[in-house]
């Protein structure tokens, strides 16, 4: 089973045809997709305290969101680059679920790095932007690929990582945008296609 997470607020945005067209391809080559469009859905992302511990209880939505990511095989995060950061909706449900015992655990005398946790071996993260992709890397690096390549999925043990960003969406044309698509679905069938059960 793919994961598929989308994270953009607005219906019909190009974040949503993504989203789509990942969801199509990875049905096309024999995947089980599970699909979550957070803001759609409501997705609480505020993190109470009583949650924090890794025993802690929890509500049936956050627990389905957990057994998900624990048992997927693989990982699609879609959203927008916002301030070079994902929106909070999606921080928020990085940290509701990509938790202890489902993403990662601490070991008995280690030094609080923890152990990595997930089966998944593949994340693809597709971004979209405003920012020309030259300005974006001189003045700012690339904090979206720390986020998600270093700081979650590389230290939840997913490995096999890569991310592609769209931009400047704002003023591209509907071809640039189909073209765009094409290369979203090229890259999860390269991904995906020898995963496929």
């Known amino acids: 089973m793919i994961l598929v997470i989308l994270g953009h607020p607005r219906e019909g945005s190009f974040n949503h045809a993504i989203a789509a067209c990942v969801v199509e391809t990875l049905q096309a080559i024999g995947h089980e997709v599970v699909f979550h469009d957070l803001y759609r859905e409501g997705f609480d992302p505020v993190l109470p305290y009583q949650e924090v511990p890794d025993d ?6 956050i627990s389905d969101h957990c057994s998900e990511a624990s048992q997927a095989e693989g990982f699609v995060i879609v959203h927008p ?6 929106p909070a909706l999606l921080k928020g449900w990085v ?7 489902v993403a990662y655990r601490f070991l008995e005398g280690d030094a609080g790095e923890g152990a990595p946790d997930l089966r998944a071996r593949f994340a693809l993260v597709f971004n979209t932007s405003d ?3 030259e300005r974006e890397m001189e003045a700012f690096g690339d ?3 720390t ?4 700081c979650i999925f590389g230290l939840c043990g997913v490995m096999e990582f890569l991310r592609a960003t769209y ?3 704002v003023t591209s044309t509907p071809e640039e945008r189909r073209l765009w698509l094409c290369d979203v679905a090229e890259r ?5 296609s020898t995963e496929a059960k």
């Open 95 to 101: 940290d509701r679920v990509m938790r202890p015992s």
């Open 56 to 61: 802690a209880p929890l509500d049936d939505i």
């Open 131 to 133: 920012t020309m992709p």
């Open 167 to 169: 931009s400047p969406v």
């Open 81 to 86: 680059n916002w301030w070079g950061q994902p």
């Open 188 to 192: 999860v069938r390269r991904i995906f």
């Open 143 to 145: 904090p979206l690929e």
């Open 147 to 150: 986020l998600w390549k270093n």
